[in-house]
C-alpha cells in the first residue's frame, strides 16, 4: 500500500478547493491508498519538507463541503518552474527522495499550463529512472487557456462573477442622464475568455457591455474610439469591457506605457493598467466622462455568487483523477469532453500530459464578431451553460464561513 500526495500551484480560483475536496476524500476511500498528504505552497512544499497530514485531519462531510466552497487554495501556491531538461537532476533527485522516504505512490497535482509542465516533467523523469509513481494533473485556471479541455474548473465561477459585476456595473453607469464611458479591465493575457465571458451579462433589460476587446483581435486605438462613437449614438452610457492582454499592431500590449516592465518568474510580464491607460485616452479625445474599473484578483477570489456547474464539475475532476491513478495511469491531465450543450452534458477522460502542457488554447474566430470588437451567440451558446446554478453559502454573522488549514 502507498501513500499519495497532492499539492496546489498557480494562481487561486474560487473553485480550485473543490477539486481538492475530491482528491482528498476519493484517495481517502481507496484500499490502494494509506496516507493523504498535501504539499504546501505547490511543489516547493516538497522540496522544502512543508507537509500536512491530511488523513489525521480526519475531515467530516461538513468540512468537505465547505472547503468546496472556500475559495483560494487550501494548501496554499507557488509559481516554481522546474529545470528545462535534466543535464542537472539535483531538483529532481530531492522531490523523488521526497518520495521514496514518505511512500509516495501518487501524486495529484491541481494547476493551469504552468503546472502541468511540471506533471510533464516529472512524469518523464520517473520514467527516465524507472520509478513507479502515479503523477495526474488535475486542471484548473479562470483563464479557460488549457488546451483539450472543453473548460477548466475556476472559470464557470469567473464567468458568472464577471456577468453580474458588468450587469451591476452597467445599472450603476446608467443612474445620471450625461455621456460617460467606463472601461472595465477583465484577466487574460494571451486568451480573452474571461472578457468574453461580459457578454453573458446581457438581457432583455440590460444592454451591457457594449464593446468586447479580446488579445485574439489586434487593438486600435483610433477604431476603439470611433466604436464609443458610433455606440454613443445609442446608448449615452458606454460599457467596455477589455482583456488586460490586448495588443497593438506592433506587439505591444496596449498597458505597456504604464506597466512596471516586470516578470515573473516564467517570463510573464505583469499587466496592470489598460483600463486606465484607455480612461485617459477617451477623456482626452472625446472630452467625455471616463472612468476605469480593474476587477483584478476578485475575478477569482469571490465566492459568494458560485456556479454550481462549475463547483460539481471541479469536485468530480478531483475525484477522477484519483479513480484513475488507482486503476494504473500516470502521466495524465483530466479533461472535460462537451457531450451537448443542449441539455448541457459533459464526460470526464484523461489525456496524456504532453497534449496539454505547455498548449494555450485561445478563443478561436467562430467565437469572435467581423469586427473583432464583440463575441458571437456561438460563444454565448459554449458559455451560459458553465455558469448555471447556485451553490448555497453557509454564513455566520453575516459573512461566508470559509475553511482554513491549522
Given at each position: 500500500m502507498k501513500n499519495a500526495i497532492v499539492a496546489q500551484s498557480g494562481g487561486p480560483t474560487a473553485a480550485i478547493n473543490a477539486s481538492l475536496a475530491g482528491v482528498i476524500k476519493t484517495a481517502f476511500a481507496q484500499d490502494q491508498i494509506d496516507k493523504v498528504y498535501g504539499s504546501l505552497y505547490g511543489i516547493e512544499g516538497i522540496l522544502k519538507n512543508q507537509i500536512l497530514d491530511l488523513t489525521a485531519q480526519?475531515?467530516?462531510?461538513?468540512?468537505?463541503?465547505?472547503?468546496?466552497?472556500?475559495?483560494?487554495?487550501?494548501?496554499?501556491?507557488?509559481?516554481?518552474?522546474l529545470p528545462k531538461d535534466f543535464s542537472d537532476t539535483t531538483i529532481f533527485d530531492q522531490i523523488f527522495s521526497f518520495f521514496t522516504e514518505n511512500n509516495i505512490g501518487y501524486f495529484f497535482y491541481i494547476g493551469g499550463n504552468d503546472s502541468m509542465d511540471t506533471v510533464d516533467k516529472l512524469s518523464e523523469y520517473a520514467?527516465?529512472?524507472?520509478?513507479?509513481?502515479?503523477?495526474?494533473?488535475?486542471?484548473?485556471?479562470?483563464?479557460?487557456?488549457?488546451?483539450?479541455t472543453d473548460h477548466t474548473p475556476g472559470y464557470g465561477s469567473a464567468a458568472k462573477f464577471i456577468a453580474t459585476t458588468v450587469k451591476e456595473i452597467g445599472l450603476d453607469s446608467d443612474v445620471y442622464d450625461l455621456e460617460s464611458v467606463t472601461i472595465i479591465e477583465i484577466m487574460g493575457r494571451n486568451a480573452?475568455?474571461?472578457?468574453?465571458?461580459?457578454?453573458?451579462?446581457?438581457?432583455?433589460?440590460?444592454?451591457?457591455?457594449?464593446?468586447?476587446?479580446?488579445?485574439?483581435?489586434?487593438?486600435?486605438?483610433?477604431q476603439f474610439l470611433e466604436d464609443i462613437k458610433a455606440v454613443q449614438k445609442l446608448h449615452k452610457n458606454v460599457i467596455v469591457c477589455v482583456s488586460e492582454g490586448i495588443k497593438t499592431a506592433d506587439g505591444k500590449?496596449?498597458?505597456?506605457?504604464?506597466?512596471?516592465?516586470l516578470t515573473d518568474i516564467f517570463g510573464h510580464k505583469n499587466l496592470?493598467?489598460?483600463?486606465?491607460f484607455l480612461e485617459n485616452l477617451v477623456r482626452d479625445?472625446?472630452?467625455?466622462?471616463?472612468?476605469?474599473?480593474?476587477?483584478n484578483v476578485l475575478q477569482r477570489a469571490a465566492s459568494h455568487f458560485l456556479s454550481k456547474t462549475d463547483i460539481e464539475e471541479a469536485y468530480a475532476v478531483g475525484e477522477s483523477a484519483v479513480l484513475h491513478a488507482t486503476r494504473g495511469e500516470t502521466g495524465k491531465m483530466m479533461i472535460y469532453t462537451r457531450l451537448s450543450s443542449s441539455p448541457?452534458?459533459?464526460g470526464i477522460s484523461s489525456t496524456d500530459i504532453k497534449n496539454a502542457a505547455n498548449a494555450e488554447k485561445i478563443i478561436p474566430p467562430s467565437f469572435i464578431n467581423a469586427e473583432g470588437n464583440d463575441v458571437t451567440d456561438a460563444f454565448l451558446d459554449y458559455a451560459r451553460p458553465l455558469i448555471m446554478g447556485e451553490v448555497a453559502i453557509k454564513t455566520k454573522d453575516g459573512l461566508p464561513i470559509h475553511l482554513v488549514r491549522p
Open positions: 480526519n475531515f467530516s462531510q461538513e468540512e468537505i463541503e465547505t472547503l468546496m466552497r472556500t475559495p483560494s487554495s487550501y494548501l496554499g501556491s507557488c509559481r516554481y518552474k520514467k527516465h529512472i524507472g520509478f513507479d509513481i502515479h503523477i495526474m494533473g488535475v486542471p484548473k485556471t479562470i483563464d479557460n487557456d488549457l488546451d483539450i480573452g475568455w474571461l472578457a468574453a465571458a461580459s457578454a453573458l451579462a446581457r438581457s432583455e433589460t440590460a444592454s451591457a457591455p457594449h464593446l468586447i476587446y479580446l488579445p485574439e483581435v489586434t487593438f486600435s486605438c483610433e500590449y496596449v498597458c505597456e506605457s504604464t506597466a512596471s516592465g496592470s493598467g489598460t483600463a486606465k479625445k472625446l472630452q467625455i466622462k471616463a472612468r476605469g474599473v480593474e476587477l448541457y452534458q459533459i
